[in-house]
């Protein structure tokens, strides 16, 4: 990457932006060289001129170097901004995404008038979706699955930092779940998950080299993953329960499908702030107790 080296914060940030780097990007590594936060990016602009060391202007240009390679930011600089929290993250897990967030507006609106009420999040990865969940809605029991003992390392780390009290539970989506069948557990009121949902081979996964691959791809056409999980979430959901899914940019409508064929009712999408539909869900209704 042909950085020059650099005297001044201008210096270093123009030859950043000249090397491929969008501006909020080689800004926010700055802003962390420097260990300021990332809310500081006016004061960017204030002290431009500012000499830096030899010692900072080098770790910003090994940082961009790798940002220019596409490594996530948030695995650059440790943490990533995700519904109003500082999450910490490495590769064991996907970077928090923003249209992830589509997902969370809607659980919150499902959970909008239930009290005393539980949700479980599969695949929960670095925690952000049960964390933002939990942190909105500290009534609400919050319950974190993942296959991965190394996301919920991240994921509990996170939990503990923030002070967010959330059930973690290590296990292939809904198999660490009690199946809720008797007339006292209910069952869940909501289930929401970003599970994998890139089909194996597909031409965006190079772009995506430094994140675990185990967490994007989910067999030929990507909803292999996804097609578990809607068979199998009606076992643990309560009368009304929700399912909730993220899914890819071109998905929305077989997803649609595969919850339509299994039964749940009110099946719908959601668009991301891109507009995209991102995220599909429906609710289940079960039925009545014989006898």
């Given at each position: 990457m042909p950085i020059s080296p650099a005297t001044s914060i201008a210096q270093c940030l123009a030859d950043a932006r000249a090397s491929g780097l969008a501006p909020i990007e080689s800004e926010l590594l700055m802003l962390h060289v420097l260990g300021k936060p990332t809310t500081d990016r006016a004061w960017l602009r204030v002290s431009a001129t500012d000499i830096l060391s030899n010692q900072i202007a080098q770790k910003f240009h090994v940082l961009a170097s790798r940002r220019v390679q596409r490594e996530p930011l948030a695995y650059i600089?440790?943490?990533?901004?995700?519904y109003g929290l500082t999450l910490h993250i490495d590769a064991r897990v996907?970077?928090?995404?923003?249209?992830?967030e589509t997902l969370v507006d809607w659980a919150l609106e499902v959970l909008k008038n239930q009290t005393s009420t539980s949700v479980a999040d599969l695949g929960t990865g670095s925690g952000a979706i049960a964390l933002a969940i939990k942190h909105q809605r500290p009534d609400v029991h919050v319950l974190?699955?993942?296959?991965?003992?190394?996301?919920?390392?991240?994921?509990?780390?996170?939990?503990r930092r923030l002070g967010i009290e959330v059930i973690f539970k290590h296990g292939n989506w809904?198999?660490?779940l009690v199946v809720q069948q008797d007339a006292e557990n209910q069952g869940l009121q909501l289930i929401a998950s970003n599970p994998p949902?890139?089909?194996e081979g597909d031409s965006h996964l190079p772009a995506l080299k430094h994140e675990p691959q185990s967490a994007l791809t989910s067999g030929p056409d990507g909803l292999n993953d996804i097609r578990h999980i809607v068979?199998?979430?009606p076992l643990h959901l309560a009368d009304n329960g929700w399912l909730l899914l993220e899914h890819g940019y071109d998905q929305a409508l077989a997803v649609q499908t595969l919850m339509r064929q299994r039964g749940f009712e009110s099946v719908q999408s959601r668009n991301d702030l891109a507009g995209i539909a991102r995220c599909t869900g429906g609710f289940w209704r079960r039925a009545p107790e014989a006898g």
């Open positions: 600089t440790g943490q990533c901004e995700f996907l970077d928090p995404r923003p249209d992830t974190a699955v993942d296959a991965s003992a190394d996301a919920l390392d991240v994921a509990q780390g996170n939990a809904l198999e660490p949902y890139i089909a068979e199998h979430a």
